[in-house]
């Protein structure tokens, strides 16, 4: 079965330190991946996505993914964290007609 | 603009009675998805759905659950007989269009439904 895996259940880091969060994958064929944030009592936010091209994807907010074929990975990140990034991250590929399906999320705390 | 737009934000139901969630998309989109978030897990996929027509309804409970997006107004995602277990967070997106991979969803806000 296709999937997306986010192996870590929270992500701690200090603040202005480099962010990652880690999202592999098992998508048949030419993967579309995305990634959206949750804060605490709202809806999904989307950040961005790899479609085709060029392997660095670069969205909001800083955020920026890279598109790794040979190690099936699409992790997140972010030079430097702020306090107001603590949310829920979350990791998704398309299949069928448009349909996102979620990794489980991970849980960013950044320390001031 | 003024997004995807969900109601209630907050609803509590006995068990068995009925919970309406109502979704309007973002303006110009005609597509519009139902996901449900259970505490401690991740988003998962309910039903699909165009104007008057359900595209794909895969994730829905075969049972109690209903979702419809009619001609003139909002989708409504209609569960009959609550359970504890419906309690939960449940989030509409929408999108332009179902055929482009490149289509992005735009989430509302969410409706959480607690079961008494």
């Known amino acids: 079965a296709q999937s997306v895996a986010q192996p870590e259940d929270q992500v701690n880091v200090a603040e202005g330190n480099p962010l990652t969060v880690k999202c592999t994958y098992s998508?048949?064929?030419?993967?579309?991946l995305f990634w959206y944030v949750q804060y605490p009592n709202r809806g999904l936010q989307f950040l961005l996505k790899?479609?085709?091209?060029?392997?660095l994807v670069k969205g909001s907010y800083g955020f920026e993914a890279e598109f790794n074929k040979s190690q099936t990975s699409f992790h997140l990140k972010k030079p430097s964290a702020l306090v107001s990034d603590s949310a829920l991250y979350f990791c998704?590929?398309?299949?069928?007609?448009?349909?996102?399906?979620f990794g489980k999320g991970n849980q960013v705390v950044v320390i001031p | 603009n003024a997004g995807v737009m969900q109601n209630p934000r907050h609803l509590v139901r006995r068990r068995g009675q009925e919970a309406r969630l109502r979704c309007s998309p973002m303006?110009?989109?005609?597509?519009v998805y139902w996901y449900r978030q259970l505490p401690e897990e991740g988003l998962k996929f309910m039903v699909y759905l165009q104007k008057e027509n359900i595209i794909d309804e895969s994730g829905m409970p075969k049972e109690r659950f209903s979702a419809e997006f009619p001609k003139e107004g909002p989708s409504i995602l209609r569960i009959q007989q609550v359970v504890r277990g419906d309690s939960a967070a449940y989030f509409c997106?929408?999108?332009?269009?179902?055929?482009?991979?490149?289509?992005?969803?735009?989430f509302g806000a969410g409706s959480r439904l607690t079961v008494l």
């Open positions: 997106a929408s999108s332009p269009g179902g055929g482009s991979g490149a289509n992005v969803l735009t």
């Open positions: 998508v048949s064929g030419n993967p579309y």
């Open positions: 303006k110009g989109h005609s597509h």
């Open positions: 790899y479609i085709t091209g060029d392997n």
């Open positions: 998704a590929f398309r299949y069928g007609n448009n349909r996102l399906a």
